[in-house]
């Protein structure tokens, strides 16, 4: 029945992509991400947290998990001033709640009080912004090209980020143009809570997408992975809005 579902969904997006103009390319093999990639992820490390205290800097120090008042995941820095992308679900009981996002500073743990600035359900996706600078930030690959089915990926979670190895393409990333606000797309590394939220990264170090879930089959109760899911907006769309918020926002003192 699985095998079954899985040749109709194949089916159906290549018909919707024929019906685009757009042909899958063939799958690909290429070398994992070098050990250079993972530092550069390391650099750009960045965590959310949920919470209804108004000052977390006590507990940063015992770490960022186990932690029963509250709810976090993984987040991305897509631009110099302090935004970053991460999964909307993340956000879910935010409201009436403080969130911070989390950086390593000289190897401490330090929480930045962010807002708001988007949130999609349907594609799982928010944007937050904190008043910090963050010279290391991720740039995307391109979104006029193909992502093949099979490129090289690693993920950069704090549950698996650093300790989960790399992986690849199940699905093939379409270009973006004219595809509306986002898509979706899978990758076979196994997720874990906390790790929602966090960047996909191809073997140059660039930005694929933002992991989002993870499917697991229980036959007998012993649950088999089967892959992750991820999602990727639409840059330019995503772009403007974060230089709408620009415009919107009150100047701030930009920490460093």
């Known amino acids: 029945m699985i095998s079954k579902w899985r040749w109709l969904v194949a089916s159906g997006l290549v018909l919707v992509f024929a019906s685009c103009g757009q042909t899958p390319p063939p799958p690909v093999k290429a070398p994992p991400p070098s050990q250079e990639v993972y530092r550069i992820a390391a650099r750009r490390f960045a965590a959310i947290v949920v919470s209804p205290r108004e000052d ?7 770490g960022i998990g186990g932690r029963t008042d509250a ?7 897509i631009a110099p001033d302090g935004y970053f992308l991460t999964a909307d679900h993340v956000l879910a009981r935010s409201e009436g709640r403080h969130v911070f996002v989390v950086r390593r500073v000289d190897g401490r743990l330090r929480g930045y009080p962010a807002r708001t600035v988007w949130r999609s359900a349907d594609l799982d996706l928010a944007l937050v912004h904190a008043d910090l600078a963050t010279p290391e930030f991720y740039r995307w690959t391109p979104s006029n090209r193909w992502l ?17 190895g790399s992986g690849k393409l199940v699905s093939p990333l379409p270009p973006i143009a004219g595809l509306g606000r986002g898509v979706k797309f899978k990758h076979d590394i196994p997720l874990e809570p906390g790790d929602s939220g ?10 694929v ?3 989002s879930a993870v499917e ?6 012993t649950p088999f992975f089967i892959e992750s899911e991820a999602n990727r907006p639409n840059v330019a769309r995503l772009m403007r809005l974060i230089a709408a918020d620009r415009n919107r926002r009150p100047p701030a003192a930009i920490v460093p």
Not at 56 to 62: H, K, M, T, V
Not at 71 to 77: F, L, Q, Y
Not at 198 to 207: E, I, K, R, S, Y
């Open 71 to 77: 709810d976090g995941g993984s987040a991305a820095p």
């Open 198 to 207: 966090g960047p996909v990264v191809d073997a140059q170090g660039m930005l």
């Open 209 to 211: 997408g933002i992991n």
């Open 56 to 62: 977390i800097a006590g507990w940063l120090a015992s």
């Open 148 to 164: 093949p089915q099979g490129t090289p990926v690693m993920h950069a979670g704090v549950a698996t980020g650093f300790r989960g």
């Open 216 to 221: 697991y089959l229980i036959p007998l109760e």
